[in-house]
T-cell receptor, first 112, second 113 residues
């Protein structure tokens, strides 16, 4: 089972920042937080990942709380093409498994 | 930018037939994966493959399924005798090392009639 909790759905106005929360209260010290998104049954698309520091790339920013029990994915200027299901996944580095365990994610609907 | 490709994009088959889904992972990647997504459900892990052998598989990946890397570029998923419940999107993914980011292909939509 997925080790994260996300809201089922969120709306965001086009051009505004989209802030997608994720709870991972049972995260362990060697688990990273990964974000993927899936646009209408296309393949999951990697967005960003982090361990404890905030991370930023050309797609998004990832803010991880100091206790690492939750995080927020920020899309700074959402566009209609950002409408997708966003998955927050915790994944160990150095463990016995490489598999990704997907939950149900958050359906982000960007409104014009 | 390198990407994972999959063929065919759509496949329709009769129950009981064999299907082979093909993937070309990113060229310098070493770890390969198959996932599937039944319509309206979660993305589910099927199998991971490294160094020409299966490194992990899920309960879904039973004897009807097999994977192969027949040459230096392709990675295939074979379903020997398809069932109605095999209808799903099948996604291939690859990563440079086992613990690095996995990149997914666009998927093959399999419909078993």
């Amino acid at each position: 089972d997925a080790k994260t909790t996300q809201p089922t759905s969120m709306d965001c106005a086009e051009g505004r920042a989209a802030n997608l929360p994720c709870n991972h209260s049972t995260i362990s010290g060697n688990e990273y937080v990964y974000w993927y998104r899936q646009i209408h049954s296309q393949g999951p698309q990697y967005i960003i990942h982090g361990l404890k520091n905030n991370e930023t790339n050309e797609m998004a920013s990832l803010i991880i709380t100091e206790d690492r029990k939750s995080s927020t994915l920020i899309l700074p200027h959402a566009t209609l093409r950002d409408t997708a299901v966003y998955y927050c996944i915790v994944r160990v580095h150095g463990g016995a498994t490489n598999k990704l365990i997907f939950g149900t994610g958050t359906l982000l609907a960007v409104q014009p | 930018e390198p990407e994972v490709t999959q063929t065919p994009s759509h496949q329709v088959t009769q129950m009981g037939q064999e299907v082979i889904l093909r993937c070309v992972p990113i060229s310098n990647h070493l770890y390969f994966y198959w996932y599937r997504q039944i319509l309206g459900q979660k993305v589910e892990f099927l199998v991971s493959f490294y160094n020409n052998e299966i490194s992990e598989k899920s309960e879904i990946f039973d004897d009807q399924f097999s994977v192969e890397r027949p040459d230096g570029s392709n990675f295939t998923l074979k379903i020997r005798s398809t069932k109605l419940e095999d209808s799903a999107m099948y996604f291939c993914a690859s990563s440079g090392q086992g613990l690095e980011t996995q990149y997914f292909g666009p998927g093959t939509r399999l419909l078993v009639l």
